[in-house]
């Protein structure tokens, strides 16, 4: 019997020690309803909140929007990239496609897209088509299409259609139709149609 009580005393002890553990475990990882720090592998969904980020060092870092859609048509990764009620706006970067008004965006680099207002807007690269107003540019590259006011413009390269102002330009090359201001121009090679000012040229 005495054998009995101490082996029924010590199993207490045991799940005392273990209710002890999961409480304290609890209470530090659990903080506002917001899990703090957890180890380990997981399985199944992790649901969260509509309006929600998922945070890097308290930055926000991931978010998927519905912005203008009824579903979650947005994407946003990286430092304050993206709008949250953009129509269909990808960013991908530190700032990128941040303050965009522009439907149908989608854009990848550090403020490529930043302020952008330009409908159907893609920049990749180094503030590539940051502050365009004009619709439908693409612009790849280091500044490529920033400043940009012309539609229908496609800048590939450093600085290729950096404050360009004329419809319908095609540049590429460094510095290609930087500062443009000429309607249907293409310009292939290094500083092509710099500083342009002529209609359908070809250089």
């Known amino acids: 019997m005495e054998k009995y009580n ?5 199993l207490v002890i045991f799940l005392l020690v273990v209710m002890s553990i999961g409480v304290f475990v609890s209470a530090t990882t659990i903080s506002d309803r917001g ?12 649901n969260i909140a509509d309006g929600s980020y998922y945070k890097y060092g308290g930055q926000n870092a991931f ?3 519905k912005g203008t859609d009824t579903y979650y048509a947005n994407t946003f990764v990286g430092l304050n990239a993206g709008n949250s009620t ?13 303050l965009n008004s522009g439907g149908r965006q989608t854009v990848v680099g550090l403020s490529a897209g930043q302020s952008n207002s330009g409908a159907s807007q893609t920049a990749v690269g180094y ?17 490529a299409g920033k400043s940009n006011s012309g539609a229908s413009q496609t ?12 419809a319908s330009q095609t540049a590429v090359g460094y510095y290609a ?10 310009g292939l090679g290094y500083q092509a149609t710099y500083n342009n000012s002529g209609n359908d040229v070809v250089a």
């Open 6 to 10: 101490k082996l029924t005393a010590s």
């Open 35 to 46: 899990v703090t720090s957890v180890d380990g592998n997981y399985s199944g969904n992790i």
């Open 63 to 65: 978010r998927l929007a």
């Open 86 to 98: 953009a129509y269909r706006q990808t960013a991908v970067g530190t700032f990128a496609g941040y």
């Open 127 to 143: 503030y590539a088509g940051y502050s365009n107003s004009g619709a439908s540019q693409t612009a790849v590259g280091y500044y």
């Open 155 to 166: 800048a590939i390269g450093t600085n290729a259609g950096n404050s360009n102002s004329g």
């Open 177 to 186: 139709g930087y500062l443009n201001s000429g309607n249907q121009v293409t």
